[in-house]
């Protein structure tokens, strides 16, 4: 069985700043994929970025990146020049990935709240 | 594109009586997922769909839990006989689940209370 796992409950940053959000996952699958979705307050989960394992090369999206290190299991997202409106619940996922493309499911970590300060 | 909606948004209902919620995706997804969550907790999976048919239930989702998908359009979620235990948000997730850039869109959920 896969796990995610989220070891910082709580992050606070000041605007403009850079903050790094962690996250391992267990799993003996060679093929997946990985996720950050953010949760604002009161508000619908969206998709942040994500990362096809068989991918060497780390996603970007804008001011959001990832560190993919596959062999240790780790898959962590960096936060570039912060803003007020990133404050928000982070939930690291993993999906495992079949013949066809994808296998379904996604596995969340617990999240961490992230608060961005002015 | 509306988006993933969920209805209610917000149900409060008492110990042992059945609610049901439901779930539109978007337009064309083929796929549509079921998650709860708990206060302080990520999602946990609980079923879903590739069209009509339901294609894995997780072991949270008891014999009082159904899921429905008629015609492969919007979702229906049962519970009944609630029991304090089921007080969680319920989400709903589609996709388009034809290539390897399966990427689940997620509606703002139903916040159930049971009483």
């Known amino acids: 069985a896969q796990t995610v796992t989220q070891s910082q409950p709580e992050m606070s940053v000041q605007e403009a700043e850079t903050v790094t959000l962690s996250c391992t996952y267990d799993t003996s699958e060679n093929n997946y994929y990985l996720f950050w979705y953010k949760q604002p307050p009161s508000r619908q989960m969206i998709l942040v970025i994500r990362?096809?394992?068989?991918?060497?090369q780390n996603a970007t999206e804008n001011r959001f990146s990832v560190n993919f290190q596959k062999a240790a299991k780790s898959f962590s997202l960096k936060i570039s020049d912060s803003q007020l409106g990133d404050t928000a619940m982070y939930f690291c996922a993993f999906m495992k990935q079949n013949y066809g493309g994808s296998q379904g499911n996604l596995i969340f970590g617990k999240g961490t709240k992230l608060s961005v300060k002015p | 594109d509306t988006g993933v909606s969920q209805d209610p948004r917000h149900k409060i209902t008492k110990r042992g009586q059945n609610v049901t919620f439901r779930c539109d995706p978007i337009?064309?997804?083929?796929?549509l997922y079921w998650y709860r969550q708990t206060l302080g907790q990520g999602p946990e999976f609980l079923t879903y769909?590739?069209?009509?048919?339901?294609?894995?239930k997780s072991r949270l989702l008891s014999d009082r839990f159904s899921a429905e998908r008629p015609k492969g359009s919007f979702s229906t979620l049962e519970i009944q006989r609630t029991e304090q235990g089921d007080s969680a948000m319920y989400l709903c997730?589609?996709?388009?689940?034809?290539?390897?850039?399966?990427?689940?869109?997620f509606g703002p959920g139903t916040r159930l209370l049971v009483l």
């Open positions: 769909f590739q069209n009509e048919a339901q294609l894995e």
């Open positions: 990362q096809e394992a068989y991918k060497q």
């Open positions: 337009s064309e997804h083929n796929r």
């Open positions: 997730a589609s996709s388009l689940a034809v290539s390897r850039r399966e990427t689940q869109y």
